[in-house]
Protein backbone atom coordinates (compact mmCIF):
# COMPACT_ATOMS: atom_id res chain seq x y z
CA UNK A 1 0.00 0.00 0.00
CA UNK A 2 1.86 3.35 -1.22
CA UNK A 3 1.87 5.81 1.85
CA UNK A 4 -0.31 8.94 1.33
CA UNK A 5 1.56 11.35 2.78
CA UNK A 6 3.49 13.46 0.95
CA UNK A 7 6.72 15.73 2.02
CA UNK A 8 7.79 18.86 0.38
CA UNK A 9 9.74 21.51 1.06
CA UNK A 10 9.54 25.59 1.25
CA UNK A 11 13.06 26.71 0.31
CA UNK A 12 13.31 30.12 2.79
CA UNK A 13 10.85 32.72 0.20
CA UNK A 14 7.90 32.84 2.29
CA UNK A 15 7.65 32.51 5.69
CA UNK A 16 9.79 30.81 7.97
CA UNK A 17 7.81 30.98 11.23
CA UNK A 18 4.29 29.23 12.42
CA UNK A 19 3.81 32.67 13.83
CA UNK A 20 4.35 34.18 9.76
CA UNK A 21 2.24 31.59 8.03
CA UNK A 22 -0.93 31.81 9.93
CA UNK A 23 -0.65 35.21 9.37
CA UNK A 24 0.03 34.91 6.03
CA UNK A 25 -2.49 32.57 5.79
CA UNK A 26 -5.08 34.74 7.75
CA UNK A 27 -3.89 37.38 4.62
CA UNK A 28 -4.69 34.67 1.69
CA UNK A 29 -1.36 34.74 0.69
CA UNK A 30 -0.76 31.17 1.84
CA UNK A 31 -2.01 28.09 1.21
CA UNK A 32 -4.77 26.94 3.92
CA UNK A 33 -3.02 24.35 6.26
CA UNK A 34 -4.81 22.23 8.68
CA UNK A 35 -2.19 21.83 10.88
CA UNK A 36 0.81 23.48 12.26
CA UNK A 37 3.81 21.65 14.07
CA UNK A 38 6.04 23.45 16.12
CA UNK A 39 9.07 21.54 17.53
CA UNK A 40 9.42 21.39 21.89
CA UNK A 41 13.28 20.99 22.39
CA UNK A 42 14.51 19.47 25.67
CA UNK A 43 13.21 20.88 28.93
CA UNK A 44 9.98 22.27 26.87
CA UNK A 45 12.04 24.96 24.91
CA UNK A 46 10.41 26.24 21.61
CA UNK A 47 11.81 28.59 19.29
CA UNK A 48 11.08 32.32 19.86
CA UNK A 49 8.26 32.94 17.12
CA UNK A 50 6.70 36.69 18.44
CA UNK A 51 4.00 36.16 15.56
CA UNK A 52 1.99 33.46 17.04
CA UNK A 53 1.22 34.00 20.99
CA UNK A 54 -1.33 36.86 19.70
CA UNK A 55 -3.03 34.37 17.55
CA UNK A 56 -3.28 31.41 20.08
CA UNK A 57 -4.56 34.05 22.85
CA UNK A 58 -2.30 32.24 25.72
CA UNK A 59 1.31 32.15 26.13
CA UNK A 60 3.57 29.50 24.46
CA UNK A 61 5.57 29.07 27.96
CA UNK A 62 1.53 28.14 29.39
CA UNK A 63 0.46 25.90 27.26
CA UNK A 64 3.72 24.34 27.23
CA UNK A 65 3.36 24.17 31.12
CA UNK A 66 -0.43 23.52 31.27
CA UNK A 67 0.09 20.19 29.05
CA UNK A 68 3.73 19.73 30.77
CA UNK A 69 5.87 18.90 27.90
CA UNK A 70 9.10 17.93 28.50
CA UNK A 71 10.53 17.73 24.77
CA UNK A 72 10.36 13.74 25.06
CA UNK A 73 11.21 12.57 21.34
CA UNK A 74 7.11 12.16 20.10
CA UNK A 75 5.45 13.73 23.02
CA UNK A 76 2.56 15.73 21.48
CA UNK A 77 0.06 18.28 22.78
CA UNK A 78 -2.40 20.23 20.01
CA UNK A 79 -4.26 23.74 20.81
CA UNK A 80 -6.36 25.48 18.34
CA UNK A 81 -5.35 29.09 16.86
CA UNK A 82 -7.28 31.71 14.68
CA UNK A 83 -6.03 32.67 11.01
CA UNK A 84 -8.82 34.66 9.93
CA UNK A 85 -11.61 32.64 8.91
CA UNK A 86 -9.85 29.14 9.68
CA UNK A 87 -9.46 27.36 12.98
CA UNK A 88 -6.35 25.78 12.62
CA UNK A 89 -4.74 22.69 14.88
CA UNK A 90 -1.35 23.77 16.33
CA UNK A 91 0.41 20.57 17.32
CA UNK A 92 3.24 20.59 19.62
CA UNK A 93 5.69 17.43 19.25
CA UNK A 94 9.12 17.01 21.26
CA UNK A 95 12.55 16.45 19.07
CA UNK A 96 14.59 16.12 22.58
CA UNK A 97 18.46 16.79 21.29
CA UNK A 98 17.18 17.16 17.86
CA UNK A 99 19.27 13.96 16.93
CA UNK A 100 18.26 11.98 13.71
CA UNK A 101 16.71 9.44 15.82
CA UNK A 102 14.73 11.53 18.48
CA UNK A 103 13.70 13.82 14.47
CA UNK A 104 12.52 10.19 13.18
CA UNK A 105 10.49 9.42 16.19
CA UNK A 106 8.90 12.58 16.11
CA UNK A 107 8.17 12.58 12.68
CA UNK A 108 6.73 9.30 13.23
CA UNK A 109 4.27 10.58 15.51
CA UNK A 110 3.04 13.11 13.38
CA UNK A 111 3.00 11.66 10.61
CA UNK A 112 0.43 8.64 12.51
CA UNK A 113 -1.80 11.83 12.79
CA UNK A 114 -1.99 12.48 9.47
CA UNK A 115 -1.93 8.94 7.84
CA UNK A 116 -5.33 9.16 10.03
CA UNK A 117 -7.14 11.67 9.02
CA UNK A 118 -10.45 11.40 7.46
CA UNK A 119 -9.92 13.84 5.02
CA UNK A 120 -7.15 15.41 3.09
CA UNK A 121 -4.97 17.38 5.58
CA UNK A 122 -2.34 20.11 4.48
CA UNK A 123 0.29 20.82 7.20
CA UNK A 124 2.88 22.66 7.82
CA UNK A 125 6.57 22.48 9.37
CA UNK A 126 8.62 25.08 11.35
CA UNK A 127 11.82 24.59 13.11
CA UNK A 128 13.56 21.99 11.01
CA UNK A 129 17.11 23.07 10.03
CA UNK A 130 18.10 22.27 6.47
CA UNK A 131 20.57 19.23 7.99
CA UNK A 132 17.34 17.79 9.96
CA UNK A 133 15.05 17.87 7.69
CA UNK A 134 15.83 14.40 5.91
CA UNK A 135 15.34 12.56 9.25
CA UNK A 136 12.13 14.24 10.50
CA UNK A 137 10.60 13.62 6.83
CA UNK A 138 11.47 10.07 6.62
CA UNK A 139 10.01 9.66 10.27
CA UNK A 140 6.78 11.62 9.17
CA UNK A 141 6.29 9.00 5.87
CA UNK A 142 7.49 6.14 7.96
CA UNK A 143 4.87 6.89 10.86
CA UNK A 144 2.15 7.66 8.35
CA UNK A 145 1.98 4.08 7.05
CA UNK A 146 -0.74 1.77 7.41
CA UNK A 147 -1.79 -2.00 6.15
CA UNK A 148 -5.38 -2.81 6.08
CA UNK A 149 -7.06 -5.78 4.95
CA UNK A 150 -10.31 -4.71 6.05
CA UNK A 151 -13.36 -4.71 3.82
CA UNK A 152 -14.65 -1.40 2.28
CA UNK A 153 -17.37 -0.97 4.74
CA UNK A 154 -14.54 -1.18 7.91
CA UNK A 155 -11.71 0.22 6.35
CA UNK A 156 -10.31 2.74 8.52
CA UNK A 157 -10.16 6.33 7.02
CA UNK A 158 -6.84 7.30 5.06
CA UNK A 159 -7.20 10.43 2.84
CA UNK A 160 -3.96 11.83 1.52
CA UNK A 161 -1.88 14.20 3.28
CA UNK A 162 0.77 16.93 2.40
CA UNK A 163 3.15 18.05 4.42
CA UNK A 164 5.44 20.86 3.91
CA UNK A 165 8.54 21.67 5.95
CA UNK A 166 9.75 25.83 6.21
CA UNK A 167 13.46 26.95 5.05
CA UNK A 168 14.26 23.19 4.41
CA UNK A 169 16.33 21.93 0.96
CA UNK A 170 14.84 19.88 -0.91
CA UNK A 171 17.27 17.71 -2.04
CA UNK A 172 16.85 15.93 1.46
CA UNK A 173 13.99 15.31 1.61
CA UNK A 174 13.61 13.51 -1.93
CA UNK A 175 15.98 11.04 -0.21
CA UNK A 176 13.56 10.61 2.65
CA UNK A 177 10.87 10.12 0.25
CA UNK A 178 12.72 7.21 -1.57
CA UNK A 179 14.20 5.70 1.30
CA UNK A 180 10.12 5.27 3.15
CA UNK A 181 8.78 4.45 -0.47
CA UNK A 182 11.10 1.39 -0.58
CA UNK A 183 10.68 0.13 3.34
CA UNK A 184 6.88 0.72 2.72
CA UNK A 185 7.26 -2.15 -0.03
CA UNK A 186 8.87 -4.15 2.38
CA UNK A 187 6.56 -3.81 4.90
CA UNK A 188 3.75 -4.23 2.56
CA UNK A 189 5.30 -7.92 1.13
CA UNK A 190 6.15 -8.97 4.90
CA UNK A 191 2.22 -7.67 5.85
CA UNK A 192 1.01 -9.26 2.93
CA UNK A 193 -1.05 -12.53 4.35
CA UNK A 194 0.24 -15.81 3.75
CA UNK A 195 -3.01 -17.45 2.56
CA UNK A 196 -1.79 -15.20 -0.65
CA UNK A 197 1.90 -14.79 0.06
CA UNK A 198 3.28 -18.00 -2.04
CA UNK A 199 6.84 -18.30 -3.18
CA UNK A 200 5.68 -17.25 -6.84
CA UNK A 201 3.49 -14.71 -5.49
CA UNK A 202 6.73 -13.33 -3.81
CA UNK A 203 8.80 -13.82 -7.45
CA UNK A 204 5.79 -11.97 -9.10
CA UNK A 205 6.03 -9.39 -6.39
CA UNK A 206 9.90 -9.27 -7.69
CA UNK A 207 9.18 -8.98 -11.68
CA UNK A 208 6.65 -6.29 -11.01
CA UNK A 209 9.78 -4.05 -9.04
CA UNK A 210 12.36 -5.37 -11.89
CA UNK A 211 9.70 -4.07 -14.52
CA UNK A 212 9.88 -0.56 -12.23
CA UNK A 213 13.27 -0.22 -11.43
CA UNK A 214 15.48 -1.20 -14.39
CA UNK A 215 16.28 -4.53 -13.00
CA UNK A 216 16.74 -7.77 -14.82
CA UNK A 217 15.26 -10.95 -12.52
CA UNK A 218 15.68 -14.39 -13.34
CA UNK A 219 13.40 -16.96 -10.98
CA UNK A 220 14.98 -20.25 -10.25
CA UNK A 221 11.79 -22.72 -10.51
CA UNK A 222 11.86 -25.78 -8.31
CA UNK A 223 12.87 -28.21 -10.64
CA UNK A 224 15.85 -26.09 -12.19
CA UNK A 225 16.74 -25.71 -8.42
CA UNK A 226 16.68 -29.51 -7.79
CA UNK A 227 18.69 -30.20 -11.54
CA UNK A 228 21.30 -27.64 -10.19
CA UNK A 229 21.63 -28.87 -6.84
CA UNK A 230 19.93 -26.60 -4.57
CA UNK A 231 19.73 -29.10 -2.07
CA UNK A 232 18.18 -26.63 1.02
CA UNK A 233 15.87 -24.67 -0.47
CA UNK A 234 14.26 -28.23 -2.39
CA UNK A 235 14.23 -29.64 0.83
CA UNK A 236 12.22 -27.04 2.48
CA UNK A 237 10.04 -26.75 -0.21
CA UNK A 238 9.06 -30.18 0.11
CA UNK A 239 6.50 -30.53 1.88
CA UNK A 240 4.50 -27.44 0.33
CA UNK A 241 2.18 -28.06 -2.83
CA UNK A 242 3.47 -24.39 -3.06
CA UNK A 243 6.74 -25.19 -4.76
CA UNK A 244 9.84 -23.14 -3.99
CA UNK A 245 11.77 -20.79 -5.89
CA UNK A 246 15.19 -18.47 -5.76
CA UNK A 247 14.40 -15.04 -6.98
CA UNK A 248 17.57 -13.38 -8.31
CA UNK A 249 17.33 -9.66 -8.96
CA UNK A 250 20.40 -7.72 -10.57
CA UNK A 251 21.36 -4.39 -10.82
CA UNK A 252 24.58 -3.59 -13.21
CA UNK A 253 25.58 0.49 -13.44
CA UNK A 254 28.14 1.44 -15.94
CA UNK A 255 31.40 1.57 -14.30
CA UNK A 256 30.73 -0.21 -11.68
CA UNK A 257 33.89 -1.52 -9.78
CA UNK A 258 32.92 -3.92 -6.65
CA UNK A 259 29.77 -6.62 -7.09
CA UNK A 260 27.94 -6.66 -3.68
CA UNK A 261 25.33 -9.95 -3.20
CA UNK A 262 22.21 -9.34 -0.93
CA UNK A 263 20.90 -12.61 0.41
CA UNK A 264 17.46 -12.94 1.96
CA UNK A 265 15.29 -15.34 3.97
CA UNK A 266 12.30 -16.07 2.21
CA UNK A 267 10.10 -18.12 4.13
CA UNK A 268 6.60 -17.49 3.28
CA UNK A 269 5.07 -19.34 5.90
CA UNK A 270 6.77 -20.96 8.56
CA UNK A 271 4.86 -23.63 10.00
CA UNK A 272 8.31 -25.74 11.45
CA UNK A 273 7.77 -28.63 8.95
CA UNK A 274 7.26 -31.82 10.63
CA UNK A 275 9.18 -30.18 13.98
CA UNK A 276 5.88 -28.80 13.99
CA UNK A 277 4.96 -25.15 16.03
CA UNK A 278 3.07 -24.31 18.72
CA UNK A 279 0.04 -22.40 17.44
CA UNK A 280 1.04 -19.33 18.84
CA UNK A 281 4.40 -19.71 17.16
CA UNK A 282 3.32 -19.92 13.87
CA UNK A 283 1.10 -16.41 14.24
CA UNK A 284 3.54 -14.30 13.21
CA UNK A 285 5.18 -16.27 10.84
CA UNK A 286 4.15 -14.65 7.62
CA UNK A 287 6.37 -12.29 8.42
CA UNK A 288 9.12 -15.11 8.50
CA UNK A 289 10.14 -13.24 4.86
CA UNK A 290 11.34 -10.16 6.12
CA UNK A 291 14.96 -10.49 4.77
CA UNK A 292 13.67 -11.09 1.92
CA UNK A 293 11.09 -8.30 1.60
CA UNK A 294 14.05 -5.95 2.58
CA UNK A 295 16.38 -7.27 -0.37
CA UNK A 296 13.71 -6.45 -2.67
CA UNK A 297 12.47 -3.16 -1.50
CA UNK A 298 16.07 -2.11 -1.28
CA UNK A 299 16.52 -3.67 -5.01
CA UNK A 300 13.87 -1.24 -5.92
CA UNK A 301 15.49 1.91 -4.92
CA UNK A 302 18.96 1.58 -6.52
CA UNK A 303 19.01 3.19 -9.68
CA UNK A 304 17.30 6.35 -8.31
CA UNK A 305 19.27 6.98 -5.55
CA UNK A 306 21.92 5.99 -7.86
CA UNK A 307 23.94 3.76 -6.24
CA UNK A 308 27.40 2.86 -8.17
CA UNK A 309 27.88 -0.66 -7.22
CA UNK A 310 26.82 -3.71 -9.01
CA UNK A 311 24.51 -5.43 -6.73
CA UNK A 312 22.98 -8.69 -7.20
CA UNK A 313 19.82 -9.76 -4.88
CA UNK A 314 19.28 -13.30 -3.93
CA UNK A 315 15.89 -14.61 -2.12
CA UNK A 316 15.43 -17.99 -1.32
CA UNK A 317 11.97 -18.54 -0.94
CA UNK A 318 10.09 -21.92 0.53
CA UNK A 319 6.90 -22.40 2.29
CA UNK A 320 8.30 -24.63 5.64
CA UNK A 321 4.77 -27.17 5.80
CA UNK A 322 4.24 -30.69 7.15
CA UNK A 323 3.02 -33.06 4.93
CA UNK A 324 3.61 -36.95 3.48
CA UNK A 325 6.38 -35.00 1.07
CA UNK A 326 8.29 -32.64 3.51
CA UNK A 327 11.67 -33.58 4.66
CA UNK A 328 12.58 -34.93 7.95
CA UNK A 329 14.59 -35.17 11.33
CA UNK A 330 17.65 -37.32 10.68
CA UNK A 331 17.33 -36.43 6.73
CA UNK A 332 20.66 -35.90 4.93
CA UNK A 333 20.59 -33.10 2.71
CA UNK A 334 23.25 -32.05 0.00
CA UNK A 335 23.69 -28.05 -0.23
CA UNK A 336 24.45 -26.01 -3.31
CA UNK A 337 28.19 -26.77 -3.88
CA UNK A 338 28.35 -30.36 -2.34
CA UNK A 339 28.44 -29.82 0.80
CA UNK A 340 26.25 -32.40 2.91
CA UNK A 341 23.96 -31.90 5.91
CA UNK A 342 22.22 -33.49 8.67
CA UNK A 343 18.89 -32.12 9.43
CA UNK A 344 18.44 -32.50 13.03
CA UNK A 345 14.99 -30.37 13.17
CA UNK A 346 13.06 -28.98 10.08
CA UNK A 347 12.44 -25.31 12.17
CA UNK A 348 15.28 -24.91 11.30
CA UNK A 349 15.10 -24.11 8.15
CA UNK A 350 15.82 -21.03 7.11
CA UNK A 351 20.00 -21.65 7.25
CA UNK A 352 18.96 -24.04 4.85
CA UNK A 353 17.62 -22.33 2.15
CA UNK A 354 20.40 -19.37 3.05
CA UNK A 355 22.87 -21.68 2.86
CA UNK A 356 22.39 -22.39 -1.17
CA UNK A 357 22.10 -18.88 -1.72
CA UNK A 358 24.84 -17.41 -0.16
CA UNK A 359 27.26 -20.63 -2.01
CA UNK A 360 25.91 -19.44 -4.90
CA UNK A 361 26.58 -15.79 -4.31
CA UNK A 362 30.28 -17.46 -3.64
CA UNK A 363 31.15 -19.70 -6.01
CA UNK A 364 28.82 -18.35 -8.89
CA UNK A 365 28.56 -14.86 -8.58
CA UNK A 366 31.87 -14.46 -7.00
CA UNK A 367 30.78 -11.20 -5.16
CA UNK A 368 33.21 -9.10 -3.96
CA UNK A 369 31.25 -8.89 -0.38
CA UNK A 370 28.04 -10.95 0.70
CA UNK A 371 25.36 -9.62 3.23
CA UNK A 372 22.71 -11.39 3.99
CA UNK A 373 19.12 -10.86 6.40
CA UNK A 374 17.42 -13.46 7.74
CA UNK A 375 14.48 -13.28 10.63
CA UNK A 376 16.64 -16.79 11.92
CA UNK A 377 16.42 -17.03 15.36
CA UNK A 378 14.89 -16.68 18.63
CA UNK A 379 18.04 -16.38 20.31
CA UNK A 380 18.69 -13.33 18.73
CA UNK A 381 15.06 -11.48 19.82
CA UNK A 382 16.55 -12.80 23.68
CA UNK A 383 19.81 -11.42 23.39
CA UNK A 384 19.17 -8.12 21.66
CA UNK A 385 15.18 -7.55 22.14
CA UNK A 386 13.35 -5.47 19.32
CA UNK A 387 15.71 -2.37 18.82
CA UNK A 388 18.92 -3.70 17.32
CA UNK A 389 19.71 -6.87 14.94
CA UNK A 390 22.49 -9.50 15.62
CA UNK A 391 26.11 -8.77 13.33
CA UNK A 392 28.09 -11.53 12.18
CA UNK A 393 30.86 -11.18 10.54
CA UNK A 394 34.27 -12.29 8.47
CA UNK A 395 35.13 -8.95 7.70
CA UNK A 396 36.03 -5.82 10.52
CA UNK A 397 36.18 -3.35 7.50
CA UNK A 398 32.67 -4.49 6.50
CA UNK A 399 31.19 -4.80 9.85
CA UNK A 400 32.27 -1.08 10.82
CA UNK A 401 30.89 0.02 7.36
CA UNK A 402 27.28 -2.03 8.28
CA UNK A 403 27.25 -0.35 11.88
CA UNK A 404 28.00 2.94 11.27
CA UNK A 405 25.03 2.86 7.97
CA UNK A 406 22.55 1.38 10.71
CA UNK A 407 23.49 3.95 13.55
CA UNK A 408 22.53 7.08 10.93
CA UNK A 409 19.78 5.58 9.67
CA UNK A 410 18.18 4.18 12.51
CA UNK A 411 18.66 0.64 12.08
CA UNK A 412 20.97 -0.07 14.89
CA UNK A 413 23.66 -3.63 14.39
CA UNK A 414 24.76 -4.89 17.43
CA UNK A 415 28.07 -7.12 16.47
CA UNK A 416 27.92 -10.73 18.25
CA UNK A 417 31.40 -13.12 18.32
CA UNK A 418 32.33 -16.13 15.67
CA UNK A 419 34.29 -18.37 18.53
CA UNK A 420 35.84 -21.14 16.43
CA UNK A 421 35.77 -23.51 19.94
CA UNK A 422 32.48 -23.30 19.27
CA UNK A 423 31.99 -24.90 15.52
CA UNK A 424 32.78 -28.47 17.07
CA UNK A 425 29.05 -28.23 17.88
CA UNK A 426 27.95 -28.37 14.32
CA UNK A 427 30.13 -31.56 13.44
CA UNK A 428 27.75 -34.63 12.48
CA UNK A 429 28.73 -38.48 12.41
CA UNK A 430 26.87 -39.20 8.95
CA UNK A 431 27.34 -35.83 7.01
CA UNK A 432 29.84 -33.13 6.37
CA UNK A 433 28.26 -30.97 9.10
CA UNK A 434 24.75 -30.42 11.39
CA UNK A 435 22.80 -28.06 10.88
CA UNK A 436 22.00 -27.48 14.57
CA UNK A 437 24.76 -27.66 17.49
CA UNK A 438 23.96 -30.88 18.85
CA UNK A 439 24.59 -30.27 22.34
CA UNK A 440 21.15 -28.00 22.98
CA UNK A 441 22.13 -25.08 21.25
CA UNK A 442 22.57 -22.89 24.19
CA UNK A 443 23.96 -20.16 21.61
CA UNK A 444 21.24 -20.67 19.28
CA UNK A 445 22.16 -17.72 17.11
CA UNK A 446 26.19 -17.79 16.94
CA UNK A 447 25.90 -21.55 16.18
CA UNK A 448 23.53 -20.50 13.48
CA UNK A 449 25.88 -18.01 11.92
CA UNK A 450 28.90 -20.16 12.44
CA UNK A 451 26.87 -22.91 9.44
CA UNK A 452 25.99 -19.97 6.97
CA UNK A 453 30.03 -19.34 7.29
CA UNK A 454 30.66 -22.40 5.86
CA UNK A 455 29.05 -21.19 3.04
CA UNK A 456 30.60 -18.14 1.91
CA UNK A 457 34.41 -19.43 1.50
CA UNK A 458 36.64 -16.52 1.63
CA UNK A 459 34.30 -13.48 0.80
CA UNK A 460 33.97 -10.77 2.69
CA UNK A 461 30.58 -11.80 4.48
CA UNK A 462 27.92 -10.73 6.93
CA UNK A 463 24.72 -12.23 8.42
CA UNK A 464 22.05 -9.54 10.50
CA UNK A 465 19.98 -11.64 12.44
CA UNK A 466 16.90 -9.50 12.18
CA UNK A 467 14.59 -11.57 14.59
CA UNK A 468 13.64 -8.91 17.06
CA UNK A 469 13.90 -6.16 14.70
CA UNK A 470 11.86 -6.89 12.15
CA UNK A 471 8.68 -7.38 13.67
CA UNK A 472 6.61 -4.63 15.84
CA UNK A 473 3.75 -5.18 17.73
CA UNK A 474 2.92 -1.55 18.17
CA UNK A 475 3.17 1.31 16.76
CA UNK A 476 6.32 3.50 17.88
CA UNK A 477 7.81 6.41 16.84
CA UNK A 478 8.57 5.57 12.40
CA UNK A 479 7.87 2.41 13.13
CA UNK A 480 4.03 0.60 12.57
CA UNK A 481 2.33 -2.53 14.17
CA UNK A 482 3.67 -5.41 11.54
CA UNK A 483 6.75 -5.71 9.44
CA UNK A 484 9.10 -3.21 9.95
CA UNK A 485 11.12 -3.31 7.18
CA UNK A 486 14.15 -3.49 8.97
CA UNK A 487 17.45 -3.53 6.96
CA UNK A 488 16.12 -2.16 3.50
CA UNK A 489 17.20 1.75 5.19
CA UNK A 490 20.56 -0.04 6.92
CA UNK A 491 21.17 -1.56 2.93
CA UNK A 492 20.75 1.45 0.89
CA UNK A 493 22.37 4.02 3.80
CA UNK A 494 25.21 1.28 3.40
CA UNK A 495 25.35 1.08 -0.14
CA UNK A 496 25.16 4.84 -0.71
CA UNK A 497 27.92 5.68 1.88
CA UNK A 498 30.81 2.77 -0.09
CA UNK A 499 33.64 4.49 -1.40
CA UNK A 500 33.70 4.16 -5.14
Given at each position: ??I????T??????????????????AG??????????????G???????E???L???????????????????????????????TV????????????????????EI???????????????????????R?????V????????E??????????????????????????????????????????????????????D????????????????????????????I??????????????E??????????????????????????????N????????D????????????????????????????????????????????????????????????????????????????LA????V?????T????????S???????????L?A????????????????P???????????????L?????????????S????????????????????????????D????????????????????????
Amino acid sequence: MPITTTVTALPGTGPSTVGEYLTAMAAGSCELADLMVLAVEEGGQVAVDSELDPLLGVGISDIIAAHQLTGKPGQIASVLARAGEATVRIAFVGVGDRSARALRRAGGEIGRVLGRADRAVSAVVAGQPDDQARAFAEGVLLGSYRYSEKSAGGQESGAAATMRLLAAASDPVGEAAEFAAAVALARDLTNTPSVRKSPRWLADAAADVAAKAGLTIRVWAAEELADAGFGGITAVGSGSARPPCLIELRYDPPGAARHVALVGKGITFDSGGLSLKPNDGMKTMKTDMAGGAAVIAAMSALARLGVADRVTGLIAAAENMPSGSAYRPGDVITQYGGRTVEVLNTDAEGRLVLADALAYADTVLAADQIVDLATLTGAARVALGSSYAALYSTSDELAAALTEAGQECGERLWRMPLPEDYRKALDSPVADLAHLDRASGQAGSISAALFLREFVGARAWAHLDIAGAARCAADDGELTAGGTGFGTRLLLRWLLGQPA
